[in-house]
């Protein structure tokens, strides 16, 4: 019959849009993780391009230091590519040789 012709074709569209739906859905959610991975791809490649710098720019240093301490007096600490807006200014200490130092700080404080 025709009604039921027409039922069935009502369902079977009703059940391809829920289908659709569902994967333009996967599709966005995917679009932001690719988003976030892409942000964390472009960190890691700035970091080791600043790393790459650093180790161009300055002498090799013997693996045993001679000195007894460490000591740096108005260090300013900042993040590659912003070094215009440092996240210290002014860090000043002494490292003695034998001494544990730690580094602490929530995520994305700027410890690396």
Do not use: W
């Given at each position: 019959?025709e009604?039921?012709?027409?039922?069935?074709?009502?369902?079977?569209?009703?059940?391809m849009?829920?289908?659709?739906?569902?994967?333009?859905?996967?599709?966005v959610?995917?679009?932001?993780?690719?988003?976030?991975?892409?942000?964390?791809?472009?960190?890691?490649t700035?970091?080791?391009?600043?790393?790459?710098?650093?180790?161009?720019?300055?002498?090799?240093?013997?693996?045993e230091s001679?000195?007894p301490e460490?000591?740096?007096?108005?260090?300013?600490?900042?993040?590659?590519?912003a070094?215009?807006s440092?996240?210290?200014?002014?860090?000043?200490?002494?490292i003695?040789?034998?001494?544990?130092?730690l580094?602490?700080?929530?995520?994305?404080?700027?410890?690396?």
């Amino acid at each position: 019959s025709e009604a039921g012709h027409l039922t069935e074709k009502f369902v079977r569209s009703s059940r391809m849009l829920t289908t659709l739906s569902d994967a333009i859905g996967r599709i966005v959610l995917s679009y932001k993780q690719i988003s976030i991975v892409a942000g964390f791809t472009e960190r890691v490649t700035r970091l080791v391009d600043c790393v790459e710098t650093v180790h161009k720019q300055q002498p090799k240093r013997p693996s045993e230091s001679k000195t007894p301490e460490i000591v740096f007096k108005a260090l300013q600490v900042a993040v590659p590519g912003a070094e215009e807006s440092p996240l210290l200014r002014y860090l000043s200490g002494k490292i003695e040789k034998g001494m544990h130092t730690l580094i602490a700080g929530p995520n994305g404080c700027g410890k690396t």
